[in-house]
């Protein structure tokens, strides 16, 4: 999961969260290997100093570092950066302004001022989810003990909401300034009851980034996970939590992601959590792979082993096609597992759920060394109401480079509201689509290097909704000396 962050602010924080918490796992284990430390902390050090260069002029934090600052974005940034000086050495000035910054956007009725600047071109949530979400980012940071209206608004909301995204909210709240309280026993109760037969947490309305479907429910399951640990010194909620680990692990991706980036961070966030929580193997035991009904080795372990049982080596024993992949267990312990499988298609397949379109177009598909090559990008919202932030991933054929000039051009005009590049490809930005709105994009290139190239697939999708992405086929260019 170790990746380099790029990007805007949410962006950057969706790879340089994640490797906060892999820094910090790497400390705690006996096992850590020191080259891997180093790898993490080059990472994150790249990834803070962007993070910080998007800091709003009159101080919190906006997507791309514009005034005025964003609340609910602002929380998030507050929460890494807590995160993050436990590994790091983070500017407390910084850390300390931000959170300065935060609570003078108070309402004095329980509540928080939002911006409607920065929040009316996204997708909105209502003012109990994002005061409910920033109350916790500042319960994270230890911010917010001496809050007492914004707690008692809380602990009402706390006491009365079915909704399990708002439940686990206020009790992780409550739960992290107060541990001994009853409010926060109470919450963690009511919310242990709203677990399904899996282990979710279903039927949240709204997230903090206004995300749906499954994405929702692993933001509120990972939520109620948090709550349910702190809650549970007495192993209370023992079959609670690890119900709800489990049902977040079947959902991982086998690089260690989830749908969107609020998905992915939680998810990770519970789980290292679990991981804190029941670290040791409980008992004894071993664990066989078997591929295709093959025995591809058997792992025997010791009750309190704390490092991954791993298996490496096992190209040669796949077959072409189908193959069937079994782990075997022989332990009274039950144990967490992931595969991770690596392919390529050139194009994939459209979500049936994606709620915008890309097509693109080269202009012409044979150029000489030197030609510009005009690519044209074509996104369009298909749907009838306004979508949030979304990306076009533009794929560019080998042996050309984009033009920094007219990217910076393209957003100055308005054309895209934020660029982000690649060596094979541009990722574009607008802030939200009105319906039914159509945008096309030309891209100058410039052929570089003789051959015939096919680029990777384009895609577009909402930032918040990752999972349900538009995909169009790869352009082709032949360039010739």
């Not at 284990?29 to 002029?57: I, M, N, R, W």
């Not at 300034?177 to 279903?202: C, E, H, I, N, V």
Request: a neutral charge; proline letters at 5%.
């Amino acid at each position: 999961m170790i990746r380099e962050p790029g990007g805007c602010f949410e962006q950057t924080s969706s790879t340089n969260y994640p490797n906060i918490m892999i820094l910090g796992y790497l400390n705690s284990t006996d096992a850590a290997d020191p080259a891997l430390v180093q790898k993490t902390q080059a990472v994150l050090d790249h990834g803070y100093k962007l993070l910080t260069g998007y800091e709003s002029p009159a101080k919190g934090y906006e997507w791309f570092g514009n005034n005025p600052g964003h609340e609910a974005l602002t929380a998030y940034g507050l929460m890494e950066f807590a995160d993050m000086a436990k590994v790091y050495d983070v500017d407390r000035k910084m850390v300390d302004r931000t959170a300065d910054w935060l609570m003078s956007r108070r309402d004095q009725q329980g509540g928080f001022q939002r911006s409607s600047q920065a929040l009316d071109s996204f997708g909105r949530a209502g003012p109990t989810t994002t005061n409910a979400y920033i109350m916790w980012a500042l319960a994270e940071a230890h911010r917010a003990a001496a809050l007492t209206p914004e707690l008692a608004a809380q602990k009402a909301l706390g006491s009365q909401t079915a909704d399990p995204y708002l439940l686990a909210l206020a009790a992780n709240t409550l739960l992290t300034t107060a541990p001994k309280a009853t409010d926060g026993a109470a919450m963690a109760r009511r919310l242990s009851t709203l677990q399904a037969q899996d282990g979710s947490f279903p039927g949240a309305r709204e997230s903090i980034t206004m995300s749906g479907g499954e994405s929702l429910t692993i933001e509120a399951t990972a939520l109620a996970v948090l709550a349910l640990i702190k809650a549970s010194p007495s192993n209370e909620y023992e079959a609670q939590i690890r119900a709800g680990a489990d049902w977040l692990n079947s959902k991982r991706g086998g690089y260690g992601a989830w749908g969107n980036t609020q998905a992915t961070i939680l998810g990770l966030k519970a789980l290292t959590a679990y991981t804190e929580h029941a670290r040791q193997i409980a008992a004894p035991g071993s664990a066989t792979l078997v591929i295709n009904g093959r025995d591809a080795g058997t792992i025997k372990f010791d009750k309190g082993r704390r490092d991954a049982l791993v298996w490496n080596d096992l190209a040669s024993k796949l077959v072409p096609g189908k193959n069937t992949v079994e782990l075997r267990l022989d332990s009274q312990a039950a144990l967490p597992y992931a595969i991770a499988i690596e392919y390529r298609s050139a194009q994939p397949a459209t979500s049936p759920r994606t709620k915008v379109a890309v097509t693109t177009q080269l202009l012409k598909t044979h150029a000489k060394m030197g030609d510009g090559v005009t690519l044209r990008a074509h996104v369009e919202n298909t749907t009838g109401a306004g979508i949030p932030m979304t990306l076009a991933r533009i794929g560019l054929p080998g042996g050309t480079v984009f033009q920094t000039w007219q990217l910076k051009e393209l957003r100055d005009k308005g054309a895209i509201d934020f660029y982000e590049t690649r060596p094979r490809e541009v990722i574009l930005y607008w802030r939200a689509l009105p319906p039914s709105a159509k945008k096309d994009v030309d891209l100058n290139l410039l052929a570089q290097v003789p051959g015939t190239y096919e680029a990777p697939a384009s895609s577009a999708y909402l930032y918040y909704t990752a999972e349900d992405k538009a995909w169009t086929p790869p352009v082709s260019l032949t360039i010739d000396r």
